[in-house]
């Protein structure tokens, strides 16, 4: 991302700590003032190559996406993406650092639609409501209904639910 100027009228943070409709507000403001280049990798990569470095190969794929690169790339970690500009890893830089946290809420928007939309796909997982994360409801809908495509089968609660064995499941029309 490569903010012109910084935000007035929105409140800026952690992604985490902000309430959804925040995060949402502070996403329209930010896209309104930045380019944005964006890398999404698929669970069946996460598998492949490990959560590390798939995050690293979406972030090269979001610096690719940039229309012109920036003098500087600052990524929040503890280990910056191959790039041919200089880029430098701050630990918690969501929390410590503007541009940082401003990439953290169009991340957060992004991947909060992106499960929304897969809820649309596949209702039965709940993706709207639990956003993919380790949730007691996620949980429970893994037991229930086997691990889906979206899954990263790699990920313990998922390959539990792989170990159990396959899903009966019936459908019936109540019509």
Same mark, same amino acid.
């Given at each position: 991302?490569?903010?012109r100027r910084?935000?007035r009228?929105?409140?800026i +943070? +952690?992604? #985490?700590r902000?309430t $959804?409709?925040?995060?949402?507000?502070a996403?329209d !403001?930010?896209l @309104?003032?930045a380019a944005v280049?964006?890398?999404i990798v698929c *669970?069946?990569d996460? /598998?492949r190559w490990?959560?590390?470095r !798939?995050?690293l190969?979406? =972030?090269?794929? *979001?610096?690719?996406d940039?229309?012109r690169l920036?003098?500087?790339i600052?990524? /929040?970690g503890?280990t910056? &993406?191959a790039? %041919?500009?200089p880029c430098?890893?701050i630990? +918690?830089?969501?929390?410590?650092?503007?541009?940082i946290?401003?990439a953290s809420i169009?991340? #957060?928007v992004?991947?909060?639609r992106? =499960? %929304?939309?897969?809820?649309?796909?596949?209702? /039965?997982y709940?993706?709207d409501r639990? #956003?993919g994360y380790? %949730?007691?409801?996620? *949980?429970?809908?893994l @037991?229930?209904?086997g691990?889906?495509?979206?899954?990263? =089968?790699?990920f313990? &609660?998922?390959?539990?639910a792989?170990a159990?064995? $396959?899903?009966?499941?019936?459908?019936v +029309?109540?019509a």
């Amino acid at each position: 991302m490569i903010l012109r100027r910084r935000l007035r009228g929105v409140r800026i +943070d +952690d992604s #985490k700590r902000l309430t $959804p409709l925040a995060r949402q507000r502070a996403c329209d !403001a930010i896209l @309104e003032h930045a380019a944005v280049g964006i890398g999404i990798v698929c *669970a069946a990569d996460v /598998d492949r190559w490990n959560i590390h470095r !798939a995050a690293l190969r979406a =972030m090269q794929q *979001a610096i690719e996406d940039l229309p012109r690169l920036p003098q500087l790339i600052l990524v /929040d970690g503890t280990t910056a &993406p191959a790039a %041919t500009v200089p880029c430098r890893a701050i630990i +918690d830089g969501d929390a410590s650092c503007y541009i940082i946290s401003c990439a953290s809420i169009v991340a #957060k928007v992004l991947r909060d639609r992106l =499960m %929304t939309f897969y809820h649309q796909l596949l209702p /039965d997982y709940a993706f709207d409501r639990h #956003k993919g994360y380790g %949730t007691e409801l996620h *949980a429970r809908r893994l @037991e229930r209904f086997g691990p889906s495509v979206l899954h990263r =089968m790699t990920f313990r &609660p998922v390959a539990a639910a792989l170990a159990a064995g $396959p899903v009966s499941v019936a459908a019936v +029309d109540g019509a």
